[in-house]
Structures are given as C-alpha cells and as structure tokens.
C-alpha cells in the first residue's frame, strides 16, 4: 500500500521549500566554542541548550577500497551540552567497544536521540535517547548496520536513518524493529545530518567530496528533502558556503529553525584543530 503524500503546511515547511540554488546566506551570528571539539557530527536545540555530538578518534582506523574492510580503530564518542553562549556545561560519552562514532542527531520535543557506530560501512551502531533535562541516558536498540544519522517523529512513531554515505535508508518503530529499508536513489550528496520537519518529511544535510584536476578535491554541500515512507526525494538544494576554514557548511552538524524573514541555518562544519576550531555559524536564508 503506498503510504499518503505528506502534507506540506508551517512556516519552516514553507521557507525550504522556496529555497533554490540561487538563494542567498547571509552569516548572522558566530560562535567560537573555547573547548576541544574533536569531529563534531550533528546538532540540536532543546530546552535552551545545544546538544552537539563528536566522535575523538584516539587510533585512526586503516582506510580501504572498501569501506567495510576498514580497521575499527579506537575513539570516544562525545555529546557536549552547550549554553547560550558556546560555554561546555556537560560532556556526555557514549558508546561501546569499537561503537564510538555518533552520527547526526535529533530531538523529538521530548529526548534527544543519537546513534553510534562503528566507523566502518556495514558496522554495528547502538541507538541512545538523552533526557535534555537530566541528561539520563538509555539504550533503545541496535541495529547491524553503521547509522550515520537519526530521527524519530513522534506523529508517526516512527525512527528514520541512514547508513554509511546514506546509500541505505531504514524506518523502524520506536522498539527499534525494522519496517522498512531502501536505497538512496539519490547520489548529489551523502547525508549528515537530519531533521523532521513534518510527519513523514526529512530535511537531510550533507557533503559530497568532488575529485579535480589538479589533484585536489571540492566539497559540495547540498539540502535534500526526503519523504522516507513514498522512498522519495522531493527537493535537491546545492549549498557552496564555506567556513573561514574551507569547508562547506553543510559538512556536519546543521540545523535549521524559522524565523520572520525565512529561515536560518545553524551550521558547524570545522573541527575542533582547524584553523580558528568550531565555531556554530549561524545563517539567514533568502
């Protein structure tokens, strides 16, 4: 049975779906975050505060041809809670054995939700909520697979994520059994990171690195809107705003919120040893 087209209604809804490739970014606002931020992966608001997920990588894993026969290397993965003002209040670790990498990051209006993995193609990944209020932390399920991002909306019950590069997109309920699994027949960027923006409607973020002929390599960074229960992409936006840094601002962690004039991006695409580190950059979209 094909599930119903989602309907599009709400002011975020509405300012995303002007965008295009001719939209401007204006930056508004900036801040520096004064601790080590490693390899920051996602990003949420909740209840005042900035929830940010890292992975610290203390043993590199080998690379590979294959992305699934690289070494598990060793790490820490990390959701550091911030203030208003960029300030560190809380360093919650995460994981298990070679599970270290958290990947992109949600709230549901009620816990913030996080999945880490193995930083391989194909690994085991654990799926934890976090109480923004006491930071309690609980295990929800584990899936055999590396989840790069995840989603719960609570309209449907349903918990959305990808894989590695986002080839693979899963839905399972919110015990963590599978209902559904495709392919990305998308292939403009690798999703990052994600939110809901309506039941059933995605906003996925993300990078695709491009080869060029000098030998160097280009980051496209692009916005996809995702309808997972129809397996569809609705909207492809490219993005080509960099950091001071160099890097696309879409890379990582991004979240986008309303506002009178359209909608902003909150964006932190540098790590922590780049030069000037993390910083969350803050856009107006137009």
Do not use: K
């Not at 690994?123 to 923004?132: A, E, F, L, Q």
């Not at 993005?239 to 009178?260: K, Q």
Request: net charge negative; charged share 20%; glycine share 12%.
């Amino acid at each position: 049975m094909t599930a119903p087209a989602v309907e599009v209604q709400g002011p975020l809804l509405d300012a995303v779906f002007t965008l295009d490739r001719r939209s401007r970014f204006e930056l508004i606002g900036e801040v520096r975050l004064g601790f080590p931020t490693h390899h920051p992966q996602g990003m949420v608001f909740a209840q005042g505060l900035t929830f940010l997920s890292s992975v610290e990588i203390l043993d590199a894993p080998r690379p590979a041809a294959d992305p699934a026969l690289r070494t598990p290397g060793r790490g820490r993965g990390h959701i550091f809670v911030l203030d208003s003002q960029g300030a560190l209040i809380r360093d919650v670790v995460l994981g298990e054995d070679t599970m270290y990498h958290p990947g992109g990051i949600d709230f549901d209006g009620e816990h913030v939700w996080v999945s880490v993995a193995e930083y391989r193609a194909g690994g085991r990944s654990i799926v934890y909520t976090i109480d923004p209020s006491s930071f309690e932390v609980r295990e929800r399920f584990r899936v055999n697979d590396h989840i790069g991002w995840i989603v719960r909306d609570p309209g449907l019950n349903l918990v959305f994520g990808g894989s590695w590069g986002s080839r693979q997109l899963h839905t399972w309920d919110s015990e963590g059994r599978m209902v559904a699994s495709w392919a990305n027949p998308g292939h403009f960027i690798d999703y990052q990171d994600a939110q809901l923006l309506g039941p059933g409607l995605l906003l996925c973020t993300g990078i695709s690195v491009l080869p060029q002929e000098n030998g160097a390599a280009f980051e496209l960074g692009g916005l996809a809107l995702v309808e997972p229960q129809r397996q569809r992409i609705l909207r492809d936006i490219p993005i080509s705003i960099f950091s001071t840094a160099g890097h696309v601002i879409t890379r990582n962690p991004v979240t986008v919120t309303p506002a009178e004039s359209g909608l902003h991006i909150h964006a932190a695409p540098d790590d922590g040893d780049d030069n000037g580190g993390t910083r969350i950059l803050s856009y107006r979209m137009s």
